[in-house]
């Protein structure tokens, strides 16, 4: 089979079922993405440049729709030229929020389209407005309602879609929904497993292992949509009352989502001038972005994995935290709680009640062993759930097979809850 993926930065959520593929010899695996390092063996990478237009000459309401106009449109011419040199695919799959699948239907009419619908925006009742310490960046209604063309241009182009979570599905409009599967990208719960002699170096030197009494906070930046103020100012507490436990805080200071840190500050250096003389600093350790066999060290001797988030995309390392057996304090937001039920797989707080957090870890710090079957809950939900090998791998060929048949995806492929 020849597979066309497109997703801007490669492999992106696709990484496990383009895996999957390129490792079986009979099949043809090419990947459309912006430039960078990564590599993956029997992939082909063609890359198309990144919009770098400094300025746009439309409507602020319309710039984001003309960025993805002008990728889609990138996109396509070299579609074109793979279709001019005599490549065919069977199936093509990409991401839809950037404007990159948009015109692919127009250079292959006859090849079946799937497409990741990741995020439909509202202007209330979602992200936007939740926390009203951060006003959004997409605070004007009429805005996002623009932004949404791209979505719905995005599904007037494709034969079908998928979303990670039947809550990110369920933002989308009832007409959508019927064409949009709830399929997660999957974690490798072998890889991600409970390890009890893991150990985790930190970047002073000392080692730290499932003896010792660590807190855990992972995310790709340290910024509100993840909770990391709440989380910051929940630590005097905690630190006071907890006079052994070791914080470690994973994450890089820029912005993934919504409003930057003001110009030339960060997030980071924010909550520590706000909190300066209330933190023993020689016990919080900011080890920023790690390398990924590092950071599963971490969650394999984590004593309590802290995981706070808007209503928004529910982040990878959740699920990974779950699979390797952590007992995760969790906000109890609508992307966690699709999953996590409190006092049975995890423990849920208000995303605002810095005190109800700290009350929380210290609670989980005090219980470890009677709270031991809530960890192994953790796990078993991320293996039935989320497994890639024994679940997720075998929805996405069979999805994959339906659409390259020409037949309509069986719900099956859609995950219980």
């Known amino acids: 089979m020849k597979y066309l993926f497109i997703h801007q930065n490669f492999p992106g959520q696709y990484r496990h079922i383009v895996r999957h593929l390129a490792n079986r010899p009979q099949n043809d695996v090419r990947f459309i993405t912006q430039p960078n390092d990564n590599a993956m063996p029997g992939v082909t990478k063609i890359i198309y440049p990144a919009d770098r237009r400094s300025s746009i000459n439309c409507h602020k309401y319309a710039i984001e729709v003309d960025r993805a106009i002008h990728t889609g449109a990138t996109v396509a011419e070299v579609c074109a030229r793979l279709r001019d040199s005599g490549f065919q695919p069977d199936l093509i799959v990409g991401h839809s929020g950037w404007g990159e699948t948009l015109f692919v239907k127009d250079v292959f009419p006859d090849v079946p389209l799937l497409s990741n619908f990741e995020f439909y925006y509202h202007a209330q009742g979602v992200d936007v407005g939740f926390d009203p ?179 928004f995309v ?45 009350n929380r870890i210290e609670e989980a710090l005090e219980r470890q062993r009677e709270l031991r079957p809530v960890r192994e809950s953790a796990r078993a939900t991320a293996v039935r759930d989320f497994d890639l090998k024994r679940v997720q791998l075998s929805r996405w060929t069979r999805l994959f097979d339906d659409l390259i048949a020409g037949r309509r995806p069986d719900a099956t492929v859609l995950r219980a809850v």
């Open 133 to 311: 310490e951060f006003v959004s960046i997409f605070h004007e209604p009429s805005h996002l309602r623009a932004r949404n063309a791209v979505n719905l241009l995005a599904f007037e182009a494709t034969d079908w879609g998928h979303s990670a979570t039947h809550w990110q599905r369920s933002l989308y409009p009832p007409e959508q929904r019927s064409r949009i599967s709830v399929l997660h990208e999957g974690v490798d719960a072998d890889l991600a497993c409970p390890r009890r002699s893991a150990h985790y170096r930190l970047p002073s030197g000392q080692v730290l292992s499932a003896d010792d009494e660590v807190v855990t906070y992972v995310a790709r930046n340290l910024e509100p949509y993840r909770g990391f103020h709440v989380f910051m100012r929940s630590l005097p507490q905690l630190l006071r009352r907890r006079r052994r436990a070791q914080v470690v805080i994973v994450g890089g200071d820029g912005v993934s989502y919504g409003t930057p840190a003001p110009p030339r500050s960060t997030f980071r250096e924010l909550l520590l001038q706000e909190l300066a003389g209330k933190l023993d600093l020689t016990r919080v350790h900011f080890a920023g972005t790690i390398e990924h066999r590092d950071y599963l060290s971490l969650l394999q001797i984590s004593s309590a994995h802290v995981y706070l988030t808007y209503p």
């Open 314 to 358: 529910l982040s990878w390392s959740f699920i990974e935290a779950m699979a390797c057996g952590c007992l995760i304090v969790a906000s109890a937001t609508p992307p966690v709680l699709e999953v996590m039920r409190d006092g049975q797989n995890g423990l849920t707080v208000d995303f605002f009640s810095h005190r109800q957090l700290a």
